[in-house]
């Protein structure tokens, strides 16, 4: 049986400090809360920066450089850093931590979606911060904008560095948007795509959904050329991450992606989740990768070459 990559996303941008009291905001609590979750067997952390005051999305490299050398110095995990950032960044921003650190992984959003949590405003009457509340009613005209203009920039920018990506593709759309790419030589494989469930604006909570999105990917790239996780939104998470490992896949959880461990149950962090997945695939008889072994699968540079 293969070996599976835990990748975990500590913190993202579309959660607020309000739905969750574990959700990590200052750098120590997101270096922290990393270096847990490696410890729990998470090979990949997928990570964002947050204002430490009150917990908003920020791209400011300064931030980033408060957690990222302690993590590094602390795990041998693969260090993933965003380059989408939040809805309501622009590119420069969302760019400028990844081009400055020059870590083995950036995240790369592979289109242009409707990207909205405005539901979850109906489930809160008081917010802890003031930008909390218009930032997610607001989100109903949020496009989370990633024209092909916008991805050739992050390519060009990180493929100097000799970072890789984790495409992440919130639509079929998206796929056929990744085979532009690679025809037009931006993309070699290895490469690792990340198949998106359950955001409001993109692609469903379907398991047929699943199967479309996977049956895409090898008739456009040959199943030897990529590998593929798969991560959905909230309640959606355990179910989709236990489907695609059965399939051969790779699994992300996170913070980002869910606040549940269970039904109506809070995680109390992120290394909950990890621990949870990583159960669930050694009792089918998987093993969860090590970092090494992902940088192997992924054809890395490796942590040494990293700028923190």
Same mark, same amino acid.
């Given at each position: 049986?293969?070996?599976?990559?835990?990748?975990?996303?500590?913190?993202?941008?579309?959660?607020?400090?309000?739905?969750?009291?574990?959700?990590?905001?200052?750098p120590?609590?997101?270096?922290?809360?990393s270096?847990?979750?490696?410890?729990?067997?998470?090979?990949?952390?997928?990570?964002?920066?947050?204002?430490?005051?009150?917990?908003?999305?920020?791209?400011d490299?300064?931030i980033?450089?408060?957690?990222l050398?302690?993590?590094?110095?602390?795990?041998?995990?693969?260090?993933?850093?965003?380059?989408?950032?939040?809805?309501?960044m622009?590119?420069?921003?969302?760019?400028?931590?990844?081009?400055?650190?020059?870590p083995?992984?950036?995240? /790369?959003?592979?289109?242009?979606?409707?990207f909205?949590?405005?539901? *979850? =405003?109906?489930?809160?009457? #008081?917010? !802890?911060?003031?930008?909390?509340?218009g930032?997610?009613?607001?989100?109903?005209?949020?496009?989370?904008?990633?024209?092909?203009?916008d991805?050739?920039?992050?390519f060009?920018?990180m493929?100097?560095?000799g970072?890789?990506?984790?495409?992440?593709?919130?639509?079929?759309g998206?796929?056929?948007?990744?085979?532009?790419?690679?025809?037009?030589?931006?993309?070699?494989?290895?490469?690792?795509?990340?198949?998106?469930?359950?955001?409001l604006?993109?692609?469903?909570?379907?398991?047929?959904?699943?199967?479309?999105?996977?049956?895409?990917?090898?008739?456009?790239?040959?199943?030897?050329n990529?590998?593929?996780?798969?991560?959905?939104?909230?309640?959606?998470?355990?179910?989709?991450?236990?489907?695609?490992?059965?399939?051969?896949?790779?699994?992300?959880?996170? /913070?980002?992606?869910?606040?549940?461990?269970?039904?109506?149950?809070? *995680? =109390?962090?992120?290394?909950e #989740?990890? !621990?949870?997945?990583?159960?669930?695939?050694e009792?089918?008889?998987?093993?969860?990768?090590?970092?090494?072994?992902?940088?192997?699968?992924?054809?890395?540079?490796?942590?040494?070459?990293?700028a923190?």
């Amino acid at each position: 049986m293969g070996k599976v990559i835990i990748s975990c996303a500590v913190t993202g941008s579309a959660h607020t400090p309000t739905m969750s009291d574990a959700l990590p905001i200052t750098p120590e609590d997101i270096a922290r809360q990393s270096i847990d979750a490696a410890e729990a067997g998470a090979a990949i952390l997928h990570l964002h920066a947050r204002n430490p005051q009150d917990g908003s999305p920020t791209g400011d490299p300064a931030i980033y450089e408060r957690f990222l050398p302690t993590i590094k110095q602390s795990t041998n995990a693969v260090i993933n850093i965003t380059t989408g950032g939040s809805a309501t960044m622009g590119v420069k921003d969302r760019l400028a931590a990844g081009a400055k650190f020059k870590p083995e992984v950036c995240s /790369l959003n592979m289109g242009s979606i409707n990207f909205a949590f405005f539901p *979850a =405003a109906k489930r809160i009457s #008081q917010w !802890k911060y003031d930008w909390e509340e218009g930032y997610v009613k607001n989100s109903d005209d949020y496009i989370f904008r990633n024209t092909f203009r916008d991805i050739r920039t992050i390519f060009e920018t990180m493929n100097e560095a000799g970072t890789k990506f984790e495409h992440e593709c919130y639509d079929v759309g998206h796929l056929y948007n990744l085979a532009h790419f690679v025809n037009e030589g931006l993309v070699r494989p290895p490469f690792f795509i990340q198949m998106i469930f359950g955001i409001l604006g993109g692609i469903g909570p379907d398991l047929e959904n699943l199967m479309v999105m996977k049956q895409t990917a090898d008739r456009l790239f040959g199943a030897e050329n990529f590998q593929w996780s798969v991560l959905a939104a909230g309640r959606h998470q355990m179910a989709f991450c236990t489907q695609a490992a059965l399939m051969g896949g790779h699994v992300r959880v996170g /913070l980002e992606d869910s606040l549940f461990i269970g039904r109506g149950k809070l *995680a =109390a962090n992120n290394a909950e #989740q990890v !621990k949870k997945i990583k159960r669930i695939i050694e009792e089918m008889g998987h093993e969860a990768a090590t970092p090494d072994e992902a940088r192997e699968m992924l054809a890395l540079k490796g942590g040494d070459t990293v700028a923190f």
